[in-house]
């Protein structure tokens, strides 16, 4: 898109730049269906994840609690559109400043973004094809064991 012209001219009707919107995004949404079918496939694999993550982070929230420490809770992040990617999904684990970001892409991968703490650059990152499903359970196992080792940590 390029910026308006510095001529002057006059501004365009609200229904004007309405239509213009709306042309654009018929053209984006033509470009975007080819990538319908993955995308949704990414949410449902996301969602999926989530459980596993919310189940095993349900068993550290009880165990913590069991010991005595019951304010070590750590926010689990709905499954949403991804923040950079337009064609993935992600969500996120979060306490106070630190963060970890499990996205899913439509081409067919998981990243496992972090840990980081806010404001800071992300990383690091660990990418697996949906069909390395064994080896990223275990890399889920290790992204939350050091999520949870720096989030706890004072």
């Known amino acids: ?22 042309e654009i995004g018929r053209r ?10 993955g995308l949704e496939e990414a949410h449902r694999r996301a969602d999926a994840l989530r459980g596993v993550v ?4 349900d068993g550290f929230s009880a165990a913590a609690a069991a010991s005595g420490a019951p304010h070590l809770r750590i926010e689990l992040g709905a499954t949403r559109l991804d923040d950079k990617h337009i064609r993935a999904v992600e969500f996120e684990l979060r306490r106070g400043r630190h963060l970890g970001i499990v996205t899913v892409k439509s081409r067919g991968e998981v990243t496992l973004v972090g ?8 990383g690091p990152c660990m990418t697996f094809p949906f069909a390395a499903e ?3 359970l275990q890399g889920l196992g290790d992204f939350l064991e050091r999520f949870l080792a720096e989030a706890v940590t004072p």
Do not use: I
């Not at 898109?1 to 709306?22: N, V």
């Not at 919310?54 to 982070?57: G, S």
């Not at 840990?115 to 992300?122: D, L, Y």
């Open 1 to 22: 898109m390029t910026a308006p012209s510095s001529r002057s001219s006059p501004a365009p009707s609200l229904g004007e730049l309405r239509q213009r919107l709306e």
């Open 28 to 37: 984006v949404g033509v470009e975007e269906a080819a990538h319908r079918t």
């Open 54 to 57: 919310a189940d095993a982070l």
């Open 115 to 122: 840990p980081f703490r806010a404001g800071k650059n992300e």
């Open 134 to 136: 064994r080896e990223l």
